[in-house]
């Protein structure tokens, strides 16, 4: 009888593993804001910020902060509208201007927003600067970082079968981030097509309920391809551009999605 029993019992273990792996995948189903395309998401809310928030501390400490007073009064000026408009949960908003000739600019879970000295050449204005910003912002709302998390530890779960553990970490993401280190979910600079395109439209909506004429963005990503295109034999090409490749259909489609912009856009007229 032992023996009869205990066959069909091993032959259901990779069958039972895999059900954990399909509830896991569904109980880590979100919905991202605006747009409503559902998304894997192994990372708490609370996770992303508090992990967010301990790499800023990092961040602050490496780099030296602006004394530009002008580039400071701009970023608070458009952070702070923009901050009443763009749902971060569990924000702690911080807008620090960076000294580096770069032009770059990164948002963290948890509301904190660094911005290189040297994005400012290429913002012109507070427009420029809510494109940027509502851009990078939009990626922390979208949680793409932690979707781009997730989708890899699947992949590594599928191959190992480690759905079971992932079934017992639950929601926590436990698994993820030890998989992969606290630093590679606010890391994760490398953002796929479809989180661009979706960042461009989120962050064209922020920036039209904050009061900027979401047209700007257009003119702001028009003058990146510029700059790339003058710079890009130089042998140090910032992350910003590397991982944002300014193309003809990025902007295109940015330009296809204004009318929904300009919908929400009440200021300026
Ligand atoms: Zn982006």
Redesign the pocket.
């Given at each position: 009888m032992k023996s009869r029993s205990s066959a069909p019992l091993s032959a259901l273990v990779p069958a039972v593993s895999c059900l954990a792996l399909v509830i896991t995948l569904v109980a880590c189903t979100t919905t991202v804001p605006e747009t409503g395309r559902k998304q894997l998401n192994m990372i708490s809310p609370s996770k992303e910020a508090a992990l967010g928030l301990s790499e800023f501390q990092k961040i602050r400490k490496e780099k030296p902060i602006s004394t530009n007073a002008t580039y400071n009064a701009t970023a608070q000026r458009v952070g702070r509208k923009l901050s009443l408009v763009m749902p971060v949960p569990n924000a702690e908003w911080e807008f620090v201007v960076f000294e580096d000739p770069t032009p770059n600019a990164f948002a963290l879970p948890g509301g904190k927003v660094g911005i290189h000295s040297g994005l400012f050449q290429i913002t012109k204005d507070d427009a420029g600067l809510a494109a940027v910003m509502g851009?990078?912002v939009a990626?922390v709302v979208a949680r793409h970082s932690g979707e781009r998390l997730s989708q890899n530890v699947v992949a590594g779960a599928i191959v190992t079968g480690a759905g079971y553990a992932m079934n017992r970490d639950g929601r926590d993401g436990a698994l993820a981030t030890a998989a992969l280190g606290g630093g590679a979910l606010v890391a994760t600079r490398s953002?796929s097509r479809q989180?661009?395109l979706e960042?461009d439209q989120m962050g064209a909506l922020f920036m039209a309920r904050a009061g900027y004429d979401p047209r700007e963005s257009i003119g702001l990503w028009e003058r990146f391809a510029a700059w790339k295109n003058q710079n890009g034999q130089a042998s140090k090409m910032p992350q910003f551009l590397s991982?944002?490749p300014v193309d003809e259909r990025r902007i295109t489609e940015l330009r296809a999605y204004m009318p929904k912009a300009m919908a929400e856009y009440k200021g300026g007229r």
């Open positions: 851009h990078e990626h953002f989180q661009e960042a991982t944002h």
